[in-house]
């Protein structure tokens, strides 16, 4: 098996772009919109880079100073040397769930490896100064949505976040940390046994460049990617100003789920959750089976995949795979399955196709590739496994 390059051709394109100042996701899309491909930007003179609506003479400078400067390779040689990888869009690897944002990351820096079942995922967000309560459901609720087949995806923060990373490692689940710095910093600094068996056991990832410090304005957006790579996030314990209602608000814009849980009326930490319920911002969830419900044919398909673990630890009669009925399909997967080719499609024609949105779409792909069915290509694109 062929070990995978630190960094595509078509990222380190992305990587370019991203490193001029100015240039975030909503303005990328439009100098590609306009220009045809991230190499056709890089090569684009200033004067028609100016032409583009929302670029003065200052980005179209930046840019043109990116294509000069050699700060990408130094990027790329302590990528190397970190042994972090740098993904783009473009690349087969980048989260699903995460292409379907307004803003997805132009780049994602990863220590670890991201898996297709991944796009499987729940957040588990909440308090820092969390009562021992809140420790205790983030930890039971991160078991239970491991073992039900769930990648737990969190902040890697103090409280919260880390007992729910910290109980789908004990489950032997995936799980994955998004940093709000650069990934040659440990954040909190505390955390670097965490972060290094997060690592084995999924991802750590990042948007921003590797140097980059932690900083008051680098929260929020790492925020947004929690939300997105998510099906749904949980918020458990959260003041009424707190990174977790920014994700939860985020997840809301994103059409995810949100689920809260309710605390006690006299514990500043549980205001910004009762909030969302009493608002009916949030599902108010009190077990796993309150997030399965919400998550509809995912939630069943999760469901039964844990009845079916737990029947099999309990008992030891042997496997006959020779005998095993064909995978059985849902509604939703049977329309996208009906519409799959040997030829590769893109999940917008598939969507189409089917008469589905692109998140039912996305979910269906997913069970499809799990039951062996579906095959995905790069640049987003999938074709029936023949």
Same mark, same amino acid.
């Given at each position: 098996?062929?070990?995978?390059?630190?960094?595509?051709?078509?990222?380190?394109?992305?990587?370019?772009?991203?490193?001029?100042?100015?240039?975030?996701?909503?303005?990328?899309?439009?100098?590609?919109?306009?220009?045809? !491909?991230?190499? &056709?930007?890089?090569?684009?003179?200033?004067? @028609?880079?100016?032409?583009?609506?929302?670029? =003065?003479?200052? $980005? +179209?400078?930046?840019?043109?100073?990116?294509?000069?400067?050699?700060?990408?390779?130094?990027?790329?040689?302590?990528?190397?040397?970190?042994?972090?990888?740098?993904?783009?869009?473009?690349?087969?690897?980048?989260?699903?769930?995460?292409?379907?944002?307004?803003?997805?990351?132009?780049?994602?820096?990863?220590?670890?490896?991201?898996?297709?079942?991944?796009?499987?995922?729940?957040?588990?967000?909440?308090?820092?100064?969390?009562?021992?309560?809140?420790?205790?459901?983030?930890?039971?609720?991160?078991?239970?949505?491991?073992?039900?087949?769930?990648?737990?995806? !969190?902040?890697? &923060?103090?409280?919260?976040?880390?007992?729910? @990373?910290?109980?789908?490692?004990?489950?032997? =689940?995936?799980? $994955? +940390?998004?940093?709000?710095?650069?990934?040659?910093?440990?954040?909190?600094?505390?955390?670097?046994?965490?972060?290094?068996?997060?690592?084995?056991?999924?991802?750590?990832?990042?948007?921003?460049?590797?140097?980059?410090?932690?900083?008051?304005?680098?929260?929020?957006?790492?925020?947004?990617?929690?939300?997105?790579?998510?099906?749904?996030?949980?918020?458990?314990?959260?003041?009424?100003?707190?990174?977790?209602?920014?994700?939860?608000?985020?997840?809301?814009?994103?059409?995810?789920?949100?689920?809260?849980?309710?605390?006690?009326?006299?514990?500043?930490?549980?205001?910004?959750?009762?909030?969302?319920?009493?608002?009916?911002?949030?599902?108010?969830?009190?077990?796993?089976?309150?997030?399965?419900?919400?998550?509809?044919?995912?939630?069943?398909?999760?469901?039964?995949?844990?009845?079916?673990?737990?029947?099999?630890?309990?008992?030891?009669?042997?496997?006959?795979?020779?005998?095993?009925?064909?995978?059985?399909?849902?509604?939703?997967?049977?329309?996208?399955?009906?519409?799959?080719?040997?030829?590769?499609?893109?999940?917008?024609?598939?969507?189409?196709?089917?008469?589905?949105?692109?998140?039912?779409?996305?979910?269906?792909?997913?069970?499809?590739?799990?039951?062996?069915?579906?095959?995905?290509?790069?640049?987003?694109?999938?074709?029936?496994?023949?």
């Amino acid at each position: 098996m062929s070990t995978p390059t630190i960094c595509s051709d078509i990222a380190q394109q992305h990587l370019r772009l991203a490193m001029a100042d100015g240039v975030g996701p909503i303005l990328f899309d439009r100098l590609v919109e306009c220009f045809g !491909s991230p190499q &056709a930007v890089l090569d684009a003179p200033t004067s @028609h880079l100016q032409e583009v609506d929302g670029i =003065g003479h200052m $980005i +179209a400078d930046a840019i043109h100073n990116a294509v000069r400067s050699d700060a990408w390779k130094q990027e790329l040689d302590l990528a190397t040397q970190r042994n972090v990888r740098i993904l783009c869009r473009a690349d087969a690897e980048y989260p699903e769930m995460l292409r379907h944002i307004p803003d997805p990351p132009l780049c994602l820096y990863v220590l670890g490896e991201l898996k297709r079942e991944d796009a499987l995922s729940i957040a588990i967000v909440g308090s820092r100064q969390a009562s021992i309560y809140g420790l205790e459901q983030a930890q039971r609720f991160a078991e239970l949505l491991s073992q039900a087949g769930l990648t737990i995806v !969190s902040g890697m &923060a103090r409280g919260i976040d880390q007992a729910a @990373h910290m109980a789908a490692l004990r489950t032997t =689940g995936r799980t $994955i +940390a998004v940093l709000g710095c650069g990934l040659s910093h440990c954040y909190p600094p505390q955390s670097v046994e965490l972060r290094d068996r997060i690592t084995r056991s999924g991802a750590v990832i990042s948007e921003l460049p590797l140097q980059t410090p932690p900083t008051a304005q680098t929260f929020p957006k790492r925020n947004r990617i929690i939300a997105g790579l998510s099906l749904g996030t949980l918020i458990i314990e959260a003041a009424q100003r707190s990174g977790a209602l920014i994700t939860a608000r985020l997840a809301c814009e994103y059409n995810r789920e949100v689920f809260a849980l309710p605390g006690r009326i006299d514990t500043p930490t549980s205001a910004g959750t009762n909030d969302l319920i009493r608002q009916g911002h949030a599902r108010l969830i009190t077990g796993l089976g309150d997030i399965l419900d919400e998550l509809g044919e995912v939630g069943e398909s999760l469901a039964k995949y844990a009845a079916d673990k737990f029947l099999a630890s309990s008992t030891t009669a042997p496997a006959d795979n020779a005998n095993q009925p064909a995978p059985q399909l849902s509604q939703t997967q049977a329309a996208v399955y009906k519409v799959l080719t040997t030829s590769p499609m893109h999940t917008d024609q598939l969507a189409a196709a089917a008469d589905l949105s692109a998140s039912q779409v996305s979910a269906a792909l997913t069970l499809l590739q799990l039951k062996g069915l579906v095959r995905q290509l790069p640049g987003n694109q999938f074709q029936r496994r023949v």
